[in-house]
């Protein structure tokens, strides 16, 4: 079983800077391949950002290429997203997602455990 927290969400101006958190519980967080999805109002969940168990390979969106960052610290069970450049389109709930598998995944349904999200608002 593993438990996700995200933190870090908040209002930022276009063209500033966020970075989320998510930390971990369980002892499979250090094998399992992890995600970032969002979901903007009135519209479905999206894949952002998912990285590799080992921390060596991470995809991204198109739309968040080259401005948003996944890591991850399996010392201290946490994931992050650094997320620069931001832009009014990329307010929505953050969500950070767990799978049993050790690879990356931009689909929904290879991820079993969820976290409750975290709202980012950017102003134009």
């Known amino acids: 079983q593993v438990q996700l927290v995200e933190s870090g969400g908040g209002l930022v101006q276009a063209g500033g800077s966020l970075r989320l958190s998510c930390a971990a519980s369980g002892r499979t967080f250090s094998t399992a391949g992890m995600g970032w999805f969002r979901q903007a109002p009135g519209k479905e969940r999206e894949f952002v950002a998912t990285?590799?168990?080992?921390?060596?390979?991470?995809y991204y969106a198109d739309s968040v290429k080259g401005r948003f960052t996944m890591s991850r610290d399996n010392a201290k069970n946490t994931v992050y997203l650094q997320m620069n450049g931001l832009k009014p389109e990329d307010t929505a709930v953050y969500y950070c997602?767990?799978?049993?598998?050790?690879?990356?995944?931009?689909?929904?349904?290879?991820?079993?455990?969820w976290g409750q999200g975290t709202l980012v608002t950017v102003s134009s």
């Open positions: 990285i590799r168990w080992s921390g060596d390979t991470a």
């Open positions: 997602a767990a799978t049993r598998l050790t690879g990356t995944f931009v689909s929904t349904t290879y991820y079993d455990y």
